[in-house]
């Protein structure tokens, strides 16, 4: 005999014509099955990808970055020489983990935009996460290449770590906590437990595959870009009409500040050993804490 709960007569509830509305056929089960189908695509294509770094709320990791130079001259001048993107974040029903798909205002009218999901400008860093992570089946992983997506004010904290150091976070071993659920995703205390170059703490991790270790990740190939009428198809969406639309948008304006949140555009390089990018003949392995 079967248990129902939720109802008092044990009934389902019931369409006009008399089949439970949780039955489909037709369009509609045309239009979940697709739906089903993409959610299963996304899902295979982040396994080919790497994981954004994230912290959850009072935790704290381990992690050094394996590009973030800072401009020294000219008009980028404190600066860092990396990329950086607009991307919007979207989590879909039934999924913890977000996506980012990258804004496509900037050469044609961005879906995501108008349907009020606004774009965040981040800086790209590739790190290793050398914090150890033991998943439900009791086995360690250390040592994980990530994606760390910065902001305004992240990347602010970070440009006066790297003037600190000689203009540079490469090969920077952080200990980073996240103060609460309010605090930047990717951590909000950053403290420098020492540098060393990148091919010692690559070889640290795989004396053989160290140069693989330490390659910073290809971001064009890693962050992921739909067109607009790839987006409205993805998230079935309207094609875009009416008094008011614009089929392009404007070329970005070459005088926006390096830091949209006020972060400082300049900021002064005090002699020091560098990025730590040289050689590692005379580093020894053992004083490397991870």
Same mark, same amino acid.
């Given at each position: 005999?079967?248990?129902?709960?939720?109802?008092?007569t044990?009934?389902?509830?019931?369409?006009?014509?008399?089949d439970?509305?949780w039955?489909?056929?037709?369009?509609?089960?045309?239009?979940?099955?697709?739906e089903?189908?993409?959610?299963?695509?996304?899902?295979?294509?982040?396994?080919?990808?790497?994981?954004?770094?994230?912290l959850?709320?009072?935790a704290a990791?381990?992690?050094?970055?394996l590009?973030?130079? %800072?401009v020294? &001259?000219?008009?980028?001048?404190?600066s860092?020489?990396i990329? #950086?993107? !607009? +991307?919007?974040?979207?989590?879909?029903?039934?999924?913890k983990?977000?996506?980012?798909?990258?804004?496509?205002s900037?050469?044609?009218?961005?879906?995501?935009?108008?349907?009020g999901?606004?774009?965040?400008f981040?800086?790209?860093?590739?790190?290793i996460?050398?914090?150890?992570f033991?998943d439900?089946?009791?086995?360690?992983?250390k040592?994980?290449k990530?994606?760390f997506?910065?902001k305004?004010q992240?990347?602010?904290k970070?440009a006066?770590?790297?003037?600190?150091?000689?203009g540079?976070i490469?090969?920077?071993l952080?200990?980073?906590?996240r103060?609460?659920?309010?605090?930047a995703?990717?951590?909000d205390?950053f403290?420098k437990?020492?540098v060393?170059?990148l091919?010692?703490?690559?070889?640290? %991790?795989?004396a &053989?595959?160290w140069?693989?270790?330490?390659?910073v990740?290809? #971001?064009? !190939? +890693?962050?992921?870009?739909?067109?607009a009428?790839?987006?409205?198809?993805?998230?079935?969406m309207?094609?875009?009409?009416?008094?008011?639309?614009q089929?392009?948008s404007g070329?970005?304006g070459?005088?926006?500040?390096?830091?949209?949140?006020?972060?400082?555009?300049?900021?002064?390089?005090?002699?020091?050993?560098?990025?730590?990018?040289?050689?590692s003949?005379?580093?020894?392995?053992?004083?490397?804490?991870f």
């Amino acid at each position: 005999m079967g248990i129902h709960v939720g109802s008092k007569t044990g009934g389902a509830s019931q369409k006009s014509g008399g089949d439970p509305s949780w039955l489909m056929s037709g369009k509609q089960a045309k239009s979940v099955e697709k739906e089903h189908d993409d959610a299963a695509q996304d899902r295979k294509d982040a396994r080919g990808k790497l994981w954004r770094y994230y912290l959850k709320p009072e935790a704290a990791g381990k992690i050094f970055f394996l590009n973030g130079d %800072i401009v020294t &001259e000219g008009e980028e001048k404190g600066s860092f020489d990396i990329n #950086f993107v !607009e +991307e919007h974040k979207v989590t879909t029903q039934g999924s913890k983990v977000p996506n980012f798909y990258v804004c496509v205002s900037r050469t044609e009218t961005c879906p995501l935009c108008e349907a009020g999901n606004f774009a965040s400008f981040v800086g790209l860093f590739g790190i290793i996460d050398t914090t150890v992570f033991t998943d439900r089946d009791g086995k360690e992983h250390k040592n994980r290449k990530r994606i760390f997506a910065a902001k305004g004010q992240t990347i602010k904290k970070l440009a006066k770590k790297a003037a600190q150091n000689g203009g540079s976070i490469v090969g920077m071993l952080m200990d980073v906590s996240r103060s609460d659920n309010r605090s930047a995703t990717v951590g909000d205390d950053f403290d420098k437990i020492g540098v060393w170059p990148l091919e010692a703490l690559g070889k640290n %991790i795989d004396a &053989e595959k160290w140069q693989d270790v330490i390659a910073v990740p290809d #971001f064009a !190939e +890693e962050l992921t870009y739909l067109s607009a009428a790839e987006m409205r198809e993805k998230f079935h969406m309207d094609d875009p009409s009416g008094p008011g639309y614009q089929g392009q948008s404007g070329e970005p304006g070459s005088d926006a500040p390096a830091y949209p949140d006020g972060g400082d555009d300049s900021l002064p390089i005090p002699p020091g050993d560098g990025g730590g990018a040289s050689g590692s003949d005379k580093v020894d392995y053992n004083d490397i804490p991870f």
